[in-house]
């Protein structure tokens, strides 16, 4: 399956800035996501990185918070924006080859701590 | 979102057991697949099924869609402490690959 390289793999940062998380894959890759897995808790989608138009949004997840991009097949970044505590969470890219019903392989994540 | 639940929530066991654990939800899925994630490190799919009533293994690890397409199991016989980790069932009830993950089975496994 495809290898996928997340950056920063961990970072703490001071509340109201934001960081840019980069997703990279080494083969082109039809499908990019983007998950939060808050602490101790389960995976949840924040949105599909769609390449060349803007990403899609799931409930309770919002383009001013959570800024995608998707230039090309191998590439994505995730951007917290104006981060608080509560937004201190595993972030996890993950990619699908081929069709929609192929199953998704994830990146190690970036784990993020706001003070 | 759609609520998957996982079960048991955490289970210790002996080094050599078997382990059953399952996953269900009130809605129906069209896809249903099983992670693994290590502490530090990005879910790790272990098993993925696309039919109802498919049962399909994976070495030591054998998993089943439910014929109600509302669960999902997974087994994994004779345990070794690699076994260690969380376990995630996962569906997708559209096609369009947006997941719905469980609560996770947080298994420990005893030398």
């Known amino acids: 399956s495809a290898v996928i390289s997340q950056k920063p793999s961990r970072d703490i940062c001071q509340r109201g800035t934001s960081l840019t998380i980069q997703c990279q894959v080494d083969?082109?890759?039809?499908?990019m996501f983007w998950y939060r897995q808050q602490p101790g808790q389960s995976l949840t989608l924040i949105a599909t990185?769609?390449?060349?138009?803007?990403?899609?949004?799931e409930s309770g997840f919002v383009i001013d918070k959570f800024p995608i991009s998707r230039p090309n097949l191998t590439f994505s970044t995730l951007t917290v924006s104006n981060m608080s505590p509560e937004d201190s969470s595993i972030y996890l890219c993950?990619?699908?080859?081929?069709?929609?019903?192929?199953?998704?392989?994830f990146g190690d994540g970036t784990r993020l701590s706001i003070l | 979102g759609q609520q998957l639940n996982q079960s048991p929530q955490s289970m210790f066991i002996q080094e050599g057991e078997d382990v059953s654990m399952n996953c269900t939800s009130s809605?129906?899925?069209?896809?249903w697949l099983w992670y693994k994630q290590d502490p530090g490190e990005g879910p790790v799919l272990l098993i993925a099924?696309?039919?109802?009533?498919e049962l399909t293994s994976n070495g030591r690890l054998t998993a089943q869609f439910g014929i109600t397409r509302k669960d999902s199991f997974l087994n994994i016989s004779a345990s070794i402490p690699s076994d260690v980790g969380i376990y995630f069932c996962?569906?997708?009830?559209?096609?369009?690959?947006?997941?719905?993950f469980g609560t996770g089975t947080r298994l420990t496994v005893i030398p």
């Open positions: 993950s990619v699908a080859t081929g069709g929609s019903n192929q199953p998704q392989h």
């Open positions: 083969s082109q890759v039809t499908m």
């Open positions: 990185a769609n390449q060349g138009s803007e990403a899609t949004y």
């Open positions: 809605s129906i899925f069209n896809t």
């Open positions: 099924l696309y039919k109802a009533g």
């Open positions: 996962a569906g997708d009830q559209t096609g369009a690959n947006n997941l719905f």
